[in-house]
Every structure is written in C-alpha cells, then in structure tokens.
C-alpha cells in the first residue's frame, strides 16, 4: 500500500461564521405594508378580487428594503 492509500480525498476542513438575524439587520414592517394596501385598494372578498393596488408604494417599499442592507 502507498503512503496515501488512508488519505480520505473527501474530506475537508471548514471554517464557520456565526449566521446574522435577518429580522434584527433588515427589519421589514409587512403589516404597515398590508395596511396601506387594504387601505389604497379595491378589495371584493365575495367575488374574489383586488383592484388599484397602489403598485408604486408596493414598488418604493420592496425598494428600500433590498437597498437597506448595510454589510
């Protein structure tokens, strides 16, 4: 046998980092956002439909929520 027969090839060492809370980092407040929806928009539960979203609000929040990070 040669000198590397008992070497595992897949084996691998790894260093791990301690994970963020995303919640704590990027706080992202859904419920003002559902709010303003129900709020701005057309809502018909009986027939099943939504109308007016108020899209650019929509837009504006998701917006600054993917642009807030700060790593």
Known sequence: MSE???MDASFKQ???TQGMNLQEQVPFDAQ???DEI???STI???QGFV???PQTTIEQQL???ITKPEF
């Open 38 to 40: 129900q709020a701005n």
């Open 63 to 65: 917006q600054d929520y």
């Open 44 to 46: 018909n539960e009986k």
């Open 14 to 16: 790894y260093e791990f």
């Open 4 to 6: 590397y027969a008992h």
């Open 51 to 53: 109308q007016n979203l």
């Open 32 to 34: 003002a956002l559902l």
